[in-house]
């Protein structure tokens, strides 16, 4: 049973390749960057989108919002006047747990790629499968909140490892925390040597200009040869 | 292409109500109670029973630590003397993101059920995927951090509706989060209203005496008569 399972899974991921290389060549054509940002429920992602995006005028941000029900993310994205598309899980039963590359290119003609360089897709709050399904992005970010604790690199470390960038959340908890910042980069550092990460806190804004020059920064690097 | 993952989906929780019945029968041979405790990651399900543990006598309790990798948390638990079993998710793939009934069952030799009164399952750090399966538990509770945003359980309604009891811990970062505990409540209340709740915090200790008191009370209340 469990090798059957596992035949299933790696069905699905090889049909998730197949379409997410579609959605790609979709952005490819309408000259839009991708960002997957992932992350545990509750680590601060709408928010620093919040922040980040209401002062950003070049590129131009399109927010695809994935959540199991509701729109809840969606509707406090809404002031900053740019276009927020909602994707939910929740069709059929109980919700999935991620994004995969055939929900994205079921939302691909609600999305005006024409009226957008940078496509935010904010996904499933989830540090397990989401960093397992491909969705024709350019690149993937996570937000991990210093509330989380120090070893959740280790514990989900596909994750960890799946990210260029960690974005360290709500650094403003510091002082009231257990939390070592240090053995937390270093516990990234140990299951994905080459990654970048921010110290930001939505609260207070610390960090939200670098933050910021990051996400508008990805077409840019996106262009750029590799 | 949709249509057929949802069939997949249903047959593989149909096959999972079947093991958890049988592990059920299992249980109950044994006398063992069962709690499911969920969360999200780094909401504090560990530290709370380190908390409650250390000083229950009765009943004996065993835990199961379910994670994707690793052995962080059972490493943890294993200064309490009490057996604590270590089931990892991550074989085959990248890692499921829950425990399903199927692998508890697997898990079930290497528990001295006739030594315990308590199982306690600490699933995977998920607020989606482990509120659909099923593993022969006589009651689920879940942990909330306050740090998590009081929009929780509108947005992971399924976890909330399924457990009985809801911990909300972190209550010492109340003061520097925004967090509006009647909110988060009436949220909770909103999706499911006969559950319970406790407000605790594991690092000042403060609601864990109600909480290893609930905890201590799981064998009685899985008697009685319904």
């Given at each position: 049973?469990?090798?059957?399972?596992?035949?299933?899974?790696?069905?699905?991921?090889?049909?998730?390749?197949?379409?997410?290389?579609?959605?790609?060549?979709?952005?490819?054509?309408?000259?839009?960057?991708?960002?997957?940002?992932?992350?545990?429920?509750?680590?601060?992602?709408?928010?620093?989108?919040?922040r980040a995006?209401?002062d950003?005028?070049?590129?131009?941000?399109?927010?695809?919002?994935?959540?199991?029900?509701?729109?809840?993310?969606?509707?406090?994205?809404?002031?900053?006047?740019?276009?927020?598309?909602?994707?939910?899980?929740?069709?059929?039963?109980?919700?999935?747990?991620?994004?995969?590359?055939?929900?994205?290119?079921?939302?691909?003609?609600?999305?005006?790629?024409?009226?957008?360089?940078?496509?935010?897709?904010?996904?499933?709050?989830?540090?397990?499968?989401?960093?397992?399904?491909?969705?024709?992005?350019?690149?993937?970010?996570?937000?991990?909140?210093?509330?989380?604790?120090?070893?959740?690199?280790?514990?989900?470390?596909?994750?960890?490892?799946?990210?260029?960038?960690?974005?360290?959340?709500?650094?403003d908890?510091?002082?009231?925390?257990?939390?070592?910042?240090?053995?937390?980069?270093?516990?990234?550092?140990?299951?994905?040597?080459?990654?970048?990460?921010?110290?930001v806190s939505a609260r207070t804004g610390e960090g939200v200009d670098?933050w910021r020059?990051?996400?508008?920064?990805?077409?840019?690097?996106?262009?750029?040869?590799?």
């Open positions: 049973m469990h090798r059957t399972k596992i035949r299933v899974t790696e069905d699905a991921l090889d049909a998730n390749e197949t379409i997410a290389r579609a959605n790609r060549d979709d952005f490819d054509r309408a000259g839009v960057s991708v960002l997957n940002l992932m992350s545990a429920p509750g680590s601060g992602k709408t928010t620093l989108l919040e995006l209401k950003l005028d070049s590129p131009r941000v399109g927010v695809l919002e994935g959540d199991v029900q509701g729109s809840l993310d969606a509707d406090r994205l809404a002031g900053l006047h740019i276009p927020v598309t909602q994707l939910n899980t929740d069709s059929g039963f109980g919700g999935e747990c991620h994004l995969d590359a055939n929900m994205v290119h079921s939302a691909i003609p609600d999305l005006d790629l024409d009226e957008i360089d940078l496509l935010i897709v904010e996904n499933v709050g989830n540090l397990v499968c989401p960093a397992e399904f491909r969705i024709g992005e350019d690149v993937k970010a996570m937000v991990a909140s210093v509330a989380e604790g120090e070893d959740k690199p280790l514990k989900y470390p596909l994750m960890y490892r799946s990210c260029e960038m960690v974005v360290v959340n709500k650094i908890l510091l002082p009231h925390v257990d939390f070592d910042m240090d053995r937390f980069l270093a516990n990234v550092d140990a299951v994905n040597p080459g990654a970048e990460h921010l110290l670098e020059a990051w996400l508008a920064g990805i077409p840019e690097r996106a262009a750029a040869p590799a």
